[in-house]
């Protein structure tokens, strides 16, 4: 499993370098104006000329769960009688290892006709230094055919693409994409997520709908079994966790006076969890729609409040002193004491962040840590924070340029990905096998598909490590093979996610969507973005463990000063109108 956690300020300075860079090439004379909705430019004019792409008809002998909704198994044929050769800038990966070399990408070699010249740049697709290397990359005009796995921000993809780097597919995919058309029509949202600002689409996407990460930024884990021991029940409020934290100093389960009520770790924020029993807290960057108008929730009534409650938690010894500074590999240590459990409960995304697993163990420690509901404030507000629409939907993930001559075969060889077995071999490799009628899946309905053995290891060399492009429906996901004799984590964190967090999801409206900004916002968006971020967290930390006292009038009142001198009224106009720009 990949979380993606903690990439929030590194994805604002790339937005900020990729302006940067933008301007760059702009100035360098290579670049012309805007595509029409004809052949891309630099595209040959047989590009648009061959017959629509139809869906084929499915396979024999894969069976579905009634109502599913997502990849299907169909009968595909070569894309090209004879080979073509493209050349595709990807990411490094140890799972992946030489692309060339790889497995899977021997396999669509054989099976599309399509060759790929892989050029590898430094970094895992996300990070700063890859984007650095793209970049300059693209400053100098030493572009690919194609890129994929290099997350470009949406405002990447529509600067380079207005100014004609970056193909339009949308002529592609409407002619050469049946399993995409049939992706936008599965999910209602998909086609005005992919569209920039002008109305063109500048990549092919990755569909990944995991239930259970839509609820991670609400994620916190209690261990049910002291709460046996001190005679309490799982809390629903703030008042009922205060108790239920006491307890467990006062009795001290681990002994010896190791007990940590509650902990965490500073890549897993407290805010998203604890916030939302005050009021709505999506978690960085901070901003909810209230009827049509963007704002930001860090300087209200209700976050001052609930700084005061998780104060008086860490003034009270019930937060562990690290909880600002512990990394993952600290709040591990805190799960897999081996004297046995020494954490409370801790404010994690899920097991697999506070321990190490052990799936074979029915009794294993994991399973004695329970997600909790989100808790109800003292105002009545509980909210579980649902992302209806970052996770879901990844644009960028092939991105085709100006220099490529066959946009079309391109977009057929994406296309192509997102047929079930291709998606199956891209994300596990060759060791799946399709359920037999009966089998469950992880939601208790018909199973799909299952694994004979997968873990990274097993993997080497073998699967693209998420990096290529797939249809990971909801239904795909929870319509995965579970064997009763070697249960995982998966169906509890289902199960968990849906029981307690799931019915205090907030409304879909209430959420700010991913937007898109023009270079000059892009680039205030970021500077701006990042020093308020700064000043959030820190002052949350000090506010928390008392360097600053959320009671002192004198002391909010800097805050919210600080907050203002930074750009709030000018950061908070460029996201109002990227939103309004994002309703149309």
Not at 96 to 117: A, C, H, L, P
Not at 128 to 148: R, S
Not at 255 to 269: N, W
Request: aromatic share 10%; charged share 25%; net charge neutral.
């Amino acid at each position: 499993m990949r979380q993606d956690v903690g990439t929030d300020g590194v994805r604002r300075r790339v937005v900020l370098a990729g302006a940067l860079g933008i301007a760059a090439v702009g100035g360098s004379g290579v670049l012309s104006g805007c595509s029409s909705g004809s052949a891309a430019a630099g595209a040959a004019p047989e590009s648009l000329s061959a017959p629509p792409v139809p869906l084929g008809p499915k396979k024999t002998g894969v069976n579905y769960p009634p109502g599913y909704v997502g990849p299907v198994a169909r009968q595909r044929t070569a894309i090209v009688k004879e080979p073509a050769t493209f050349s595709v800038v990807v990411p490094q990966s140890l799972v992946v290892g030489d692309w060339s070399k790889n497995e899977f990408t021997r396999w669509m070699e054989q099976q599309t006709g399509i060759r790929i010249e892989w050029r590898q740049v430094a970094g895992d697709g996300k990070n700063a230094e890859t984007m650095t290397k793209v970049n300059a990359m693209m400053a100098a005009g030493d572009i690919p055919d194609a890129f994929l796995g290099i997350s470009f921000t949406r405002s990447q993809l529509y600067l380079y693409g207005a100014q004609n780097l970056f193909v339009d597919l949308a002529p592609y995919l409407d002619k050469y994409a049946p399993n995409l058309q049939q992706v936008m029509k599965d999910n209602a949202e998909a086609r005005k997520l992919m569209v920039s600002p002008d109305k063109h689409i500048y990549s092919f996407p990755d569909v990944n709908d995991c239930y259970h990460c839509r609820a991670s930024n609400g994620r916190a884990l209690l261990n049910t079994e002291w709460l046996r021991k001190v005679g309490l029940a799982m809390p629903t409020t703030t008042d009922e966790f205060r108790e239920v934290l006491t307890a467990f100093k006062k009795s001290d389960p681990a002994g010896g006076g190791k007990t940590v009520p509650f902990g965490g770790y500073k890549d897993a924020p407290l805010d998203t969890y604890f916030m939302n029993a005050f009021l709505y807290n999506p978690g960085d960057p901070w901003l909810v729609v209230n009827d049509g108008k963007v704002e930001a929730n860090y300087i209200k009534d209700e976050w001052r409040e609930g700084l005061r409650y998780l104060r008086s938690l860490y003034a009270d010894g019930l937060l562990a002193k690290d909880i600002f500074t512990a990394n993952e590999d600290q709040i591990k240590r805190y799960g897999d004491n081996p004297g046995g459990p020494i954490l409370g409960g801790a404010r994690v995304y899920y097991w697999g962040t506070l321990m190490t697993l052990d799936l074979e163990d029915p009794k294993a420690r994991w399973r004695q840590y329970e997600t909790m509901s989100p808790l109800k404030g003292p105002n009545g507000v509980q909210i579980a924070p649902w992302d209806y629409l970052k996770v879901g939907l990844e644009v960028g993930t092939l991105v085709v340029t100006r220099k490529c001559r066959r946009p079309d075969l391109l977009t057929r060889w994406a296309d192509y990905q997102l047929d079930l077995e291709v998606v199956l071999r891209s994300y596990a490799g060759p060791g799946f096998r399709w359920s037999a009628k009966g089998d469950k899946g992880i939601n208790g309905k018909q199973s799909i598909y299952g694994y004979d053995s997968w873990n990274t290891d097993a993997t080497k060399g073998k699967t693209w490590d998420q990096y290529g492009v797939m249809y990971r429906s909801g239904d795909f996901r929870l319509a995965e093979r579970v064997d009763p004799k070697r249960p995982t984590f998966e169906s509890p964190l289902y199960e968990q996610t849906r029981d307690h967090l799931f019915q205090y999801k907030q409304p879909m409206e209430q959420q700010f969507p991913p937007v898109t900004f023009e270079s000059d916002q892009a680039a205030q968006d970021a500077e701006i973005g990042l020093n308020l971020k700064g000043e959030i967290t820190t002052s949350m930390a000090k506010f928390v463990t008392g360097k600053l006292d959320p009671n002192d009038d004198g002391h909010w009142r800097d805050y919210t000063e600080r907050i203002t001198k930074i750009g709030l009224k000018p950061y908070l106009e460029i996201q109002q109108a990227a939103y309004e720009t994002y309703q149309g």
